[in-house]
């Protein structure tokens, strides 16, 4: 009887290794092909490029981020290099830890726990968007996973919980440390755990760790005013409670986001009235079959994973309704930042998997069919996303290409819009970017040399194109409206359409 067992088992484990690969070469498609950073990806990699000492005063110390990316890239890119395939190759990897974490923590008990909670991270499109991405989210997404899967073993194997209280102790640590959403939801984590008594039991222990969780933020805050750390979010409009919500769904479930997955609605609700239809016609069958009330259950309880879901939703619940709290005072929600719930979403899509045991195999084969409907679907969306990514978003590369090879800015080129730090030396070569002297929707006079406008001096374009009438405009192929542009005099005799570039739209 066991040999069948362990069989069924070693099938299952393979099953998952398959889905685990599967998914990182999606993920990976493209990754060695070393397209054009966009403007946050030129910031980490010129930051990690200074020395130490330059890195946290003029990198780390200004900005809204805490540190833990920034130096294991500086770190990485020392060892591995600093080319566009080395850098993302850090997000990769990972990407590729939270999937084994994902699959290491859901496993003990259910085999098709392990392999939803592993297709639902892996089918994510922010997974797959963010595993090649030269920030910090791949990292928070790894972190998280390992919290969580941390966090939950402890409900199941109670003779190991010193390891674990100490894994998840360090996990949510340097989560804090990759953004700041991160530590709220580590502060979320721990605040439910702790009132379960699953991770620091004695309320003794609770001070010391929320000290070592609050002792960088406190030192961020003061280094600068609050105030110039709030305005350097101002660029973030978030409506409140719809526009939050719209965030959170966008940034982990997209099929339900109001401007994302429209076109597959149709089929997903045709998979949903099949599964209704299914519950309706087994409806029934399952009230006559059903077991006689008086039978104990098993010692540990019957399903240990509503235990588990229990945990996950008032985790989610709590970090939640603190956003949409915050958002009322400060709007801080993107899409990007929630990637840290994606692992808490995937565990808890595996315990509801386990708990559909008690449906009957016609209802659980209904819902796994819907649910490979949807996991596929939000795999297309992902890897749609990810094809935008690789046009690339914003194609610096292909812009410094043309002005190198036509000498149009061997003079140097007025340039503004991003930190021009973080282009040169990187792309451009030095001298050849000059700071715009003022800003350029005050810019009415003609243009005395080319000029060069990256991310956001796109808004600017329409002004400076106004006031140089006989400079033409032209634009690096990017998939984000936001792609560097150059207007030149046409009497320059350069060819940029034969170079790389298009027309910038009128």
């Not at 679907?377 to 978003?393: F, H, V």
């Not at 819009?417 to 009415?444: C, H, I, K, N, V």
Request: proline letters at 8%; aromatic letters at 8%; glycine letters at 8%.
């Amino acid at each position: 009887m066991t040999v069948p067992v362990r069989m069924y088992q070693r099938i299952q484990q393979a099953l998952t290794g398959l889905l685990i690969l599967v998914f990182l070469w999606l993920a990976g498609q493209g990754l060695a092909e070393g397209y054009s950073y966009w403007s946050d990806e030129l910031w980490s990699v010129t930051a990690s490029r200074a020395s130490w000492g330059v890195l946290l005063r003029d990198w780390l110390l200004p900005d809204t981020h805490p540190p833990l990316y920034q130096a294991l890239l500086k770190l990485w890119m020392e060892v591995v290099g600093s080319g566009e395939t080395a850098t993302r190759a850090l997000s990769f990897l990972m990407a590729t830890i939270a999937l084994v974490a994902t699959a290491l923590f859901a496993s003990g008990r259910s085999p098709g726990r392990r392999l939803v909670a592993v297709a639902v991270l892996g089918t994510s499109p922010a997974f797959l968007f963010y595993a090649q991405e030269t920030r910090s989210y791949a990292t928070s997404l790894a972190l998280s996973a390992v919290l969580l899967g941390a966090v939950l073993m402890l409900r199941q194997r109670a003779q190991e919980a010193r390891a674990l209280q100490g894994l998840a102790v360090l996990a949510g640590l340097l989560l804090s440390l990759t953004h700041y959403l991160s530590l709220l939801f580590v502060l979320v984590v721990l605040a439910v755990g702790c009132a379960e008594g699953l991770i620091l039991r004695p309320r003794r222990q609770a001070l010391p760790m929320l000290v070592a969780l609050l002792l960088w933020p406190a030192g961020h805050l003061l280094t600068g005013s609050f105030s110039n750390r709030m305005e350097r979010l101002d660029w973030i409009r978030v409506a409140p409670i719809s526009g939050t919500l719209g965030e959170v769904l966008a940034g982990t479930l997209p099929l339900l986001a109001p401007d994302r997955g429209a076109s597959a609605r149709p089929l997903l609700l045709a998979a949903g009235l099949a599964v209704a239809l299914v519950f309706a016609l087994t409806a029934g069958r399952r009230h006559g079959a059903r077991r006689p009330p008086a039978l104990p259950p098993p010692p540990q309880g019957p399903f240990p994973a509503a235990g588990e879901a229990r945990f996950l939703l008032a985790v989610i619940g709590t970090f939640l309704a603190l956003m949409l709290v915050i958002d009322l005072v400060k709007p801080l929600s993107q899409a990007r930042y929630y990637i840290v719930l994606l692992p808490a979403l995937a565990y808890l899509a595996g315990d509801g998997w386990e708990l559909s045991k008690r449906l009957g195999r016609a209802r659980r084969a209904a819902l796994a069919g819907l649910l490979a409907v949807a996991l596929l679907t939000q795999q297309q969306i992902g890897l749609g996303d990810l094809a935008l990514k690789r046009s690339p978003l914003q194609n610096y590369k292909a812009m410094a290409a043309f002005v190198e090879r036509s000498g149009v800015c061997e003079r140097g080129c007025w340039s503004t819009g991003w930190r021009l730090d973080t282009l040169s030396p990187l792309y451009f070569p030095p001298d050849q970017l000059r700071p715009w002297p003022g800003e350029p929707a005050a810019a009415a006079q003609p243009l005395e040399r080319p000029f060069l406008g990256f991310h956001l001096a796109r808004n600017d374009l329409p002004t400076l194109r106004a006031a140089n009438p006989a400079m033409a405009c032209w634009e690096a192929p990017g998939a984000w409206s936001s792609a560097p542009f150059i207007l030149l005099n046409a009497t320059t005799g350069t060819k940029p359409a034969q170079e790389g570039l298009r027309p910038c739209p009128p």
